[in-house]
């Protein structure tokens, strides 16, 4: 028993050995009680606020709405309520809209910028016109059925995959910058619009359903995004004018749409932001000692 303790006694004191192999006389999982004074409860836990993720969820609310109206423009169009001279003017109108809200909201805006966006707006709608016949022939062979529950589907897609922060969109960025995500998501929204244009009965209503729809895929992301970087309380107003609007349109399609969508609303603006407050109140995170280095420099410069 006297042997025993004097080992114990004269045992040199345990330290945290990361490299190196076992200490002598500890067993090599051995911890005493100095190991856990560096451990820390919830260090990166970010706490919330209702209303401020209230107000975050709008940008998705605003998103919702738009695509809301082009299945609106969608629809009128297919069933010819909407004639091609209507679509044109709507699409010039979006277009001019487009360049006002990048003028009065992009600073420095350059007359080269400007130009340069004129001018790959002419090659973007000199090439839709050109293939437009093909398009409008593209899906011929195929039911509507078909059609229909693909385009759906394609929407959902884009949807998800949206990028609904808009931290990959601004006046100078690069293909290189857009996440994978965002990219699949914009070409399901384009490979949607070709089949519903594939339905239309005329060349010139492929054209200018075209034009509307990727004016609102490539560019709204863009013109919100500006508005929001440029005013907040602007991007709420603007917000909330365009969730107006698009309820009116939904209720005059059909009633149960209206419904639909104002419940959507009401989901991703409360429900989903209460229950965000909620969930974390059981968030449990433990940092300590035996978390991975993490590097406090750029290994790349």
Known sequence: ????????????????????????????NYTDDSFLEEMVM?????????LKVMQDSVSISQYLCIIALVICVWTYTLSLVIDESSLLKLDIG???????????????????????????????????????PIYHTLTRSISSDSIWALTVSL???????????????????????????????L???????VLVASRLPSRLHVFAIMLFSLQVFLFAPL?????????????????FALMGVTLSVMYQLHCMFFVLLLALLVFVSV??????????????????????????????E
């Open 223 to 239: 013109i919100t995004s500006c508005i929001r970087r440029y005013s907040l309380s602007l991007h709420f107003w603007f917000s």
């Open 155 to 185: 929407l959902l897609v884009h949807l998800f995959l949206h990028d609904y922060s808009g931290s990959n969109i601004s006046t100078s960025a690069s293909p290189n910058n857009l996440k994978l995500a965002n990219n699949i998501s």
């Open 187 to 193: 070409n399901a929204s384009i490979v949607a619009s």
């Open 271 to 300: 429900v989903c932001p209460y229950w965000l407050i909620r969930i974390q109140e059981y968030k449990f995170e433990i940092n300590g000692p035996w978390d991975e280095a993490k590097l406090c420099f750029d290994i790349s």
């Open 94 to 132: 979006l277009l001019a809209l487009g360049f006002l809200v990048l003028v009065l909201t992009t600073s420095p805006l350059s007359w080269e910028l400007l130009f340069k966006y004129f001018l790959n707006i002419s090659f973007f709608i000199s090439g839709l016109y050109i293939l437009a």
């Open 42 to 50: 919830n260090a990166n836990v970010v706490k919330r606020d209702l």
């Open 1 to 28: 028993m006297e042997t025993g303790a004097n080992e114990t006694a004269h045992r040199p004191k345990w330290k945290k050995v990361a490299y190196g192999g076992m200490q002598p006389g500890y067993a090599d």
